[in-house]
């Protein structure tokens, strides 16, 4: 249940929800009873996506992955929309496009295609993008590998492990900015593609989703370990923000930012694609640590989950452009079960304001 503010003086707004409970001061993330320890790395995305929709679809399956494959197949039909005018915007302004066009509703087969819209887009748009023809979904494949194929790569096991890991860990985590948006435009009853579209809007902003793709630059401007130090200072007196670090509700470690580093750690031993490059961001992460404490010592700034993600999808050859949407293939489950649990309240969410500005002149 969503709460207005408290006699009209308090702006809050609290949820009750079964879906995840974020603990900024432990550090520790519950996703539907499961700790993310217990989730990330040991369950597929198409497990994890029915824990979340459990209770709140009659007719869900007991296994996701048919269905879910099924779903791509029919969303791959929008892909053929794509024009010039779309392939001049950035992925994630593509990816949201084709999803407004898959038709409103509130059932299952609805939900299952809107989960699936951002793999399929996004591989569709990045290339395109890159001059070359989509690939039309596997449906046969489990998600994170058909995403890869779908680049138009022939994934290797520890290539589809570490994408599962990263939409595992990425899939719910509270009343964020983009889940609060889709909450908000479920309770309207506008329908649940209203309410992805709404949430992948609020996600394409670069204080909430679009914070990977700078950690790249950072990473690459700085280009040594030697280097750090002195970018990190440099960046940090002409009062830019250091991406990839600190959180408005963990005041201690991000424990997605582990789970990632482990899936980056996996990989490049499984691989060996990511040879130097896990040692230099980890001697980055380190100069930035101590950097930001001596800065900051009243402030606890840790590694957030951004820091390990622009590793990892780098890692799998995504662009730093197409980060974004990587996000919301992991998130749109999270969204959807957000909207459903909201639809099962019954209410309109209205949360109060307090007004601040001028008072009319009393009459004479």
């Not at 194929?149 to 983009?178: F, I, Q, R, W």
């Not at 990473?219 to 408005?248: Q, S, V």
């Not at 930035?288 to 999808?313: C, H, M, W």
């Amino acid at each position: 249940m969503l709460i207005d503010g408290i006699d009209g003086l308090e702006n809050i707004v609290a949820a009750e929800t079964v879906l995840s409970e974020v603990d900024g001061q432990a550090g520790r993330l519950i996703i539907r009873g499961h700790s993310l320890d217990e989730l990330a790395g040991k369950v597929s995305y198409e497990a994890a996506t029915r824990l979340l929709l459990d209770g709140f679809f009659d007719d869900l399956p007991a296994d996701l992955a048919p269905a879910l494959g099924a779903a791509r197949a029919a969303v791959f039909a929008e892909v053929a929309y794509v024009d010039d005018r779309l392939l001049a915007l950035t992925p994630i302004e593509v990816m949201r496009a084709l999803t407004a066009r898959i038709a409103d509703g509130e059932d299952l087969d609805t939900a299952l295609r809107l989960i699936a819209a951002p793999a399929v887009f996004t591989a569709a748009a990045v290339r395109r993008q890159a001059g070359e023809a989509p690939i039309a979904p596997g449906p046969t494949l489990g998600h994170a590998a058909d995403i890869l194929h779908m680049l138009g790569k022939h994934p290797s096991g520890p290539e589809a492990k570490a994408l599962d890991t990263y939409l595992v860990t990425v899939c719910d985590h509270g009343l964020n900015a983009s889940t609060f948006t889709a909450r908000v435009v479920a309770s309207t009853h506008a329908g649940l593609t209203s309410s992805i579209v709404s949430g992948i809007s609020a996600l394409k902003g670069p204080l909430h989703g679009g914070a990977p793709g700078p950690v790249i630059e950072m990473l690459d401007g700085i280009g040594a370990p030697g280097n750090a130090r002195a970018w990190i200072e440099a960046a940090l007196d002409r009062g830019d923000r250091l991406m990839g670090f600190g959180h408005r509700v963990y005041k201690v470690r991000d424990p997605r930012a582990d789970a990632l580093k482990k899936a980056v750690r996996l990989l490049g031993e499984g691989s060996n694609v990511l040879p130097g490059r896990l040692a230099f961001a980890e001697a980055v992460e380190q100069a930035a640590l101590g950097i930001l404490k001596d800065r900051k010592p009243n402030r606890s700034l840790q590694t957030n989950v951004e820091f390990y993600t622009a590793l990892l999808l780098e890692a799998l050859a995504f662009p730093p452009t197409a980060f974004t949407c990587v996000f919301a293939m992991g998130r749109s489950a999270g969204w959807i079960a957000h909207a459903r649990e909201q639809l099962a309240d019954g209410r309109l969410i209205r949360p109060q304001s307090r007004y601040v500005g001028p008072r009319p002149k009393a009459a004479a």
